[in-house]
């Protein structure tokens, strides 16, 4: 191992190594056995209990940092919410994660909690693709704003500029 002094790294003897490894040991085995803090044990009551509140996503958005975070080999039920990569995500299909399948990457499993807008022409709502549109809302995207003129009852993915004359219009 190499150690910092001057701003230049010089080797550490064995000795010097053995002591930084003990050193480390011991401070993981004081946090595996100190004490949790009121905060840390609320925020631990606070994160398991979450997702058993009926909140509209709003409010969600409010208490997004008391979610849990995404684990890879957790199981998720359908609307449980958890947080990744600073956003707020609700499961829309049963399943068990791993790699590969985080919220951003797996648009068929995960779905970002934004703020509620809505769905007029002067509240649009903003559309990301992997959303079902409403017949009589607008939506707005790349700075264009569409009329949705029938429920595409399942998430669609294709810009909004490709579903005109399917699904939506252009708005005024």
């Not at 930084?20 to 609320?42: D, G, N, Q």
């Not at 990744?84 to 068990?96: D, I, M, N, P, S």
């Amino acid at each position: 191992m190499k150690k910092c002094v001057n701003g230049k790294y010089i080797d550490m003897t064995a000795e010097e190594t053995a002591a930084m490894e003990a050193e480390a040991a011991k401070f993981e085995a004081y946090e595996r056995t100190r004490p949790l803090t009121e905060s840390e044990v609320s925020r631990m009551i606070i994160s398991a209990q979450i997702n058993s509140l009926a909140v509209d996503d709003n409010t969600a958005l409010r208490m997004r940092e008391f979610y849990p975070e995404w684990a890879e080999g957790q199981a998720y039920t359908a609307g449980y919410k958890v947080q990744y990569g600073g956003k707020l995500w609700r499961c829309v299909q049963a399943h068990t994660s791993q790699d590969g399948w985080e919220p951003e990457n797996a648009p068929s499993l995960w779905t970002e909690i934004c703020e509620s807008h809505a769905g007029t022409l002067t509240d649009p709502i903003p559309y990301s693709g992997n959303m079902a549109l409403e017949a009589g809302k607008y939506y707005s995207q790349s700075g264009e704003v569409y009329l949705c003129t029938r429920d595409t009852v399942n998430p669609v993915y294709s810009a909004l500029a490709d579903l005109v004359g399917l699904y939506v219009e252009k708005g005024a």
